[in-house]
């Protein structure tokens, strides 16, 4: 028996190579256009599903995973593993904690259910700490608590193309004061408690920029070591411009992760998202 | 009369019960607020119960306990969304207690629900109150207190009963409910599924459930495309109309025409894009009284918007704003200034009409935007004609007002905002530009009547005979190095192509500038610049 098996869904938007080269199991949500559905990453690739987002005009929606797609692997991980940690995007987004959770009841072996409060790489980041620390040698009870407590420190600030996606998502929380505005005003968002909330509302695109930056200088420290996630919605010069002014601004990260946010935190951010998370050690 | 349900039963009532969702999917996906706003309970039942149907017809044998476990393992793997993954857990618990029995009798199925009541609480880690949870558990505990020997149809029905009170109480156990006035969507379905099990038992169709003074779309974007404009209702009193004529009569002006009454004393009922013509005809037939003609393209618009953002509640923060020019209210509107005082340059508001304003909102603190140098000591006087807490920050143009509100943060105190807008608002440079009304002199030279004058923050820096020109010369002065943004907010005397060649010419000259032109209808103000 291996000691912890670390399971994930497939918004923490990391690419598939990534699971398999680190030994941990995804289990999609779906991504549906119509009638039409697609498991997420894996029958559908950001770099598709935006192109289909900027040319249909039918919205997507998405379903978390069900309670048997969660039992099925954790049945499986329950004769190999002592422990099986489930990390995921926050429930106040997304049902799929509770699918989890009710299929955790299914297995004898000890299922902890993280409920990140985050999304997208912010799920990721929390992951990859998981990864390394299982490599390691932690057990099951200290990768869990591990990964609360990243959960916990880990900051997320994003901005969107457009609030249309989110409003339309229902996916906004407090962020609703922002919505409707006539001027072209950029907002900036994070997450809070797992839900949507407004940092900033901005006029002009290169603040949007700056304010970012200063939001990552305002938290950090100096001298920790720094995790930093970058991630985008179809915009890859976005956070190549992100990293030069991060890097102008003399903040260096000792970690670096850049990835794509995937088709379903894709229906609610649409294109032209994109965002940006940290924690320092 | 229904004493028993045997095994086969099960596969017509799981097919009604399917039937019954997808008659009322639609209703019940608007009604879907809670947890996740996102309008798919209804779609998504419908497709749990989808699965359940389509295993009850793979089943080979069609057993009690074959079924059951087909209905359970349907709605566990096809278990869609939080209300399809509890409505899974409540047929879970249901076919627990009944897997192993024949037939079931009445003391069986209220065993069997208080067994789906206890199975989905416990499924869920932290249950809410006021969902679908909540209507299982008081349907459940209603089933308890009855008669162990009713008829099964009847215990059904008054289970379903207590299921819609509870459904209805809903609102009272969960606040966002009660703001987006619903009932919880998937709550709603459970009733409609049942109101489907209950039909198929006595062999009727399935009757429309009841509720609907709860129902209301949640969707912003409703649309608001109407073929008839006008909702017309009167009293007609005649000497004797024969009531079938009469309707027959109106049948070409509209529609959902209702014409009820006696040949002496109609009703009458109509949509119509003519409530005239409608009204002409029946004053040939007798009196008419009691005229409503209600807009109902406007209701929806209405109703629409009351939807998408909800009453100010006495707790929060107020924000009035002076303006003129149609176009700017509706930008200050959208950047959540609640209430417009009119006003502007040579048209100041009174204290008394500001007053009244800030008495009009439900909010006990209020912040005041005058937007006019002379009208912030107007406001002052308003604040302390009220006994509300006033704030007002001092801004002196439109465009300070657009960054001051950006500002706004609706979670932090009044003092704390006025920090933050007053910040907000001092780094934009205004630009304004008018007619002269008559010759005169000034520090820069002679003006004639009818010439452009150009004023960077208030003070006047240029003037001559061509608009654009004055413009194009006015924005070169306000602009320094780390500016970003010009916003122009383009006056009632402004024609559409003068704004059109504005823009253009500004975006060739600072082509590394953001540009948004905006229609202000503003009078006087040719154009209003802002600078940022």
């Known amino acids: ?281 | 009369m229904t004493r028993t349900i045997t095994a086969e039963d099960i596969p017509r009532l799981a097919e009604a019960s399917l039937a019954a969702l997808k008659m009322h999917r639609e209703e019940i996906d608007r009604l879907n607020v809670f947890p996740v706003p996102d309008g798919d309970t209804g779609t998504n039942m419908v497709f749990t119960m989808q699965m359940v149907w389509e295993e009850i017809s793979k089943c080979p044998t069609k057993t009690m306990e074959a079924l059951t476990h087909a209905v359970t393992y349907g709605s566990l793997s096809g278990a869609r969304g939080n209300s399809g993954v509890i409505l899974s857990q409540i047929l879970r618990g249901f076919c627990e207690v009944i897997e192993s029995s024949g037939e079931l009798s009445s003391s069986l199925i209220v065993e069997a629900l208080q067994n789906s009541a206890k199975v989905a609480y416990r499924a869920i880690s932290k249950p809410v109150e006021g969902t679908m949870l909540t209507v299982i558990k008081d349907a459940a505990a209603a089933a308890g207190n009855l008669k162990k020997n009713a008829e099964i149809d009847v215990l059904l029905e008054l289970v379903l009963q207590e299921a819609r009170r509870s459904l209805a109480r809903t609102p009272d156990l969960l606040p966002v409910l009660k703001e987006a006035g619903v009932v919880d969507a998937g709550g709603y379905g459970l009733v409609v599924l049942g109101e489907g099990i209950l039909a198929a038992l006595r062999g009727e169709r399935v009757a429309e459930v009841e509720i609907s003074p709860y129902l209301q779309p949640l969707s912003v974007e409703e649309e608001v495309s109407l073929e008839y404009t006008y909702c017309t209702e009167f009293l007609l009193k005649s000497e004797g109309i024969d009531l079938k004529r009469m309707e027959k009569k109106l049948d070409p002006l509209g529609d959902s025409i209702m014409v009820v009454g006696t040949p002496e004393l109609i009703r009458i009922h109509i949509h119509t894009n003519h409530p005239g013509k409608v009204l002409e005809r029946a004053t040939k037939l007798g009196s008419v009284s009691q005229i409503q003609i209600n807009n109902m393209v406007e209701q929806a618009e209405e109703r629409a918007r009351t939807i998408a953002r909800p009453k100010l509640k006495e707790e929060e923060i107020g924000l009035v704003a002076v303006a003129s020019g149609g176009g700017i209210k509706q930008i200050l509107s959208s950047l959540g200034v609640h209430k417009i005082v009119d006003g502007g340059q040579s048209m100041n508001p009174s204290a008394a009409e500001l007053t009244k304003a800030i008495e009009e909102l439900p909010s006990s603190r209020v912040m005041v935007l005058p937007n006019n140098k002379n009208v912030i000591l107007t406001a002052h006087q308003a604040g302390k004609l009220t006994n509300k807490k006033l704030v007002v920050v001092p801004t002196k143009s439109i465009p300070e007002a657009f960054s001051a509100l950006l500002a706004f943060d609706p979670s932090v105190s009044l003092e704390e905002n006025a920090q933050l807008m007053e910040k907000n608002f001092s780094n934009v440079k205004t630009g304004e530009i008018t007619r002269a009304i008559r010759s005169s002199k000034s520090k820069i030279g002679r003006i004639k009547k009818g010439n452009f004058m150009g004023f960077f923050d208030h003070e006047l820096k240029t003037f001559g005979e061509s608009f654009l020109e004055v413009t194009s010369r006015l924005v070169d002065m306000m602009l320094e190095e780390d500016d970003e943004v010009i916003t122009l907010l383009v006056g009632s005397d402004v024609s559409k192509e003068e704004a059109d060649e504005l823009r253009e010419i500004i975006s060739e000259t600072h082509h590394d500038m953001e540009i948004e032109l905006h229609e202000g209808g503003q009078p006087l103000y040719h154009l209003i610049v802002g600078v940022e």
């Open chain 1, 1 to 281: 028996m291996k000691k912890a098996a670390i399971v994930t869904d497939s918004t923490a938007d990391l690419p598939l190579s990534y699971y398999e080269e680190h030994e941990v199991f995804m289990v999609p949500l779906v991504v549906r256009f119509g009638e039409e559905s697609h498991k997420d990453w894996i029958e559908m690739p950001p770099s598709r599903f935006y192109q289909r987002l900027r040319s249909f005009s039918i919205l997507p929606k998405t379903s978390q995973p069900s309670v048997a797609d969660f039992a099925e692997i954790y049945r499986k991980l329950a004769s190999q593993y002592e422990h099986i940690v489930s990390v995921h995007l926050s429930s106040k987004l997304s049902g799929t904690v509770q699918s989890a959770e009710i299929a955790s009841q299914e297995v004898d072996v000890p299922v902890t259910i993280v409920d990140t409060k985050l999304a997208s790489l912010g799920t990721g980041m929390v992951l990859d700490t998981l990864v390394k620390a299982r490599d390691a040698g932690a057990d099951g009870k200290e990768i869990a608590d591990l990964a609360w407590d990243i959960s916990g420190r880990i900051k997320i600030l994003f901005t969107v193309g457009t609030l249309k996606y989110l409003e339309m998502g229902g996916r906004i929380g407090k962020a609703q004061a922002l919505v409707g505005s006539l001027l072209n005003i950029k907002p900036l968002l994070t997450l809070q408690d797992g839900i949507v909330i407004p940092y900033k509302k901005i006029k002009g695109t290169k603040r949007v920029y700056e304010e970012m930056v200063a939001f990552l200088k305002q938290n950090i420290g100096s001298g920790g070591f720094l995790h930093l996630g970058l991630a985008h919605a179809d915009c890859p010069a976005a956070i190549v411009r992100l990293k030069e002014m991060v890097e102008e601004a003399g903040v260096k990260p000792g970690v670096l992760i850049e990835s794509e946010v995937g088709a379903v935190i894709g229906t609610y951010t649409g294109p032209d998202s994109f965002a940006m998370m940290f924690y320092e050690e």
